[in-house]
């Protein structure tokens, strides 16, 4: 057991509110922990001694003093509840701030493929396709798209005869 449980164990136990279980516990740890056996001495000691003052009258002003204190706690409580919160949630947003950077890192990005891209990724050749097509048209074609081709071509560099 650990000691700020048996702190804990030990404040309930005074209280009253620890049940046979734990109270065994507590006992079997009380006997291996001397701090925790000098804290419930001293727990122990300190309700004596108010058990003891009974009926006392307080202080004058004493209640004037300490109700707008008890009201000022009562102020700051949602905060330290949102404060609690906090500490749980920071964690939290960076685990996701680290997903969210790993996925979009690690997700493949989709682009456009090339023409030439697209031949390489199918295996296949452009030419058998071209050849493909120019077989298939009548011969008369093949030789005007011959003519026509070789007129695309650029003059040569020879001297012209005037």
Sequence with gaps: MKCKT?????????????????????????RT????????????AMMAL????????ALPRFWGRLEPRLKEERKLVPLVLWERWALHAIPVFVALVVLAAALFIFTPQTREVSQSETLLIENTNPFTETKNLFEQRPPERRSMMLIFASLDEKPSARRRIP
């Design 6 to 30: 048996a702190e804990k164990w030990i404040l309930w136990s005074l209280d009253g509110r620890l049940d046979e279980r734990r109270k065994s516990l507590l006992d079997d740890h009380l």
């Design 33 to 44: 922990c001397p701090a925790c056996r000098r804290l419930d001495v001293e727990y122990r």
């Design 50 to 57: 108010l058990h003891e003052s009974n009926g006392e009258a």
